[in-house]
């Protein structure tokens, strides 16, 4: 859910401006708040900030090397945080660049968010995605009752 809301903000993006260079959103945060809104929250969360549904997931994957105790599985939840700080950076260079520009490279005029039928579902998936991450513990124990044969 997470990622498909950051395409779909990608796609509004490049079908409502015609632009596809991280430079040239300069100040697009004001000029579409709403895909650019949707575009922060969802980066938070693919980044694992919690309460947002990438936390969850990130968690759980910890928990799970913290209680198998093995060399690899520690390896792997190091290799968990640096993956979290290397989406911060890339995802948070995009945001940046949206909300706060450098002066003099700002080249929004005209631009503005999509209609209803793009921004409709970009408000869906986002405010699904943070719903499904406060119903998170019914859904991990569904899986893990499906992981136990117990279904």
């Not at 100040?27 to 969802?42: E, H, I, K, N, Q």
């Not at 968010?113 to 991990?140: E, H, N, R």
Request: glycine share 14%.
């Amino acid at each position: 859910v997470i990622k498909i809301t950051l395409f779909f903000c990608a796609g509004a993006i490049l079908y409502k401006t015609e632009r596809e260079y991280i430079d040239e959103l300069a100040g697009f945060g004001r000029a579409m708040p709403v895909t650019m809104g949707a575009f922060a929250l969802s980066s938070l969360a693919l980044m694992g900030i919690p309460p947002l549904g990438g936390f969850v997931g990130k968690w759980n994957i910890g928990l799970a090397a913290a209680e198998a105790g093995s060399p690899l599985a520690y390896a792997g939840a190091a290799a968990l945080v640096l993956s979290a700080l290397l989406t911060a950076l890339y995802m948070m260079t995009v945001v940046l660049k949206a909300y706060f520009p450098e002066k003099g490279t700002v080249h929004v005029k005209g631009v503005n968010d999509p209609g209803w039928l793009m921004k409709g579902p970009l408000i869906g998936l986002t405010l699904g995605g943070i719903v499904m991450a406060f119903c998170s513990q019914g859904f991990v124990t569904f899986l893990q009752q499906i992981a136990g044969g117990m279904f």
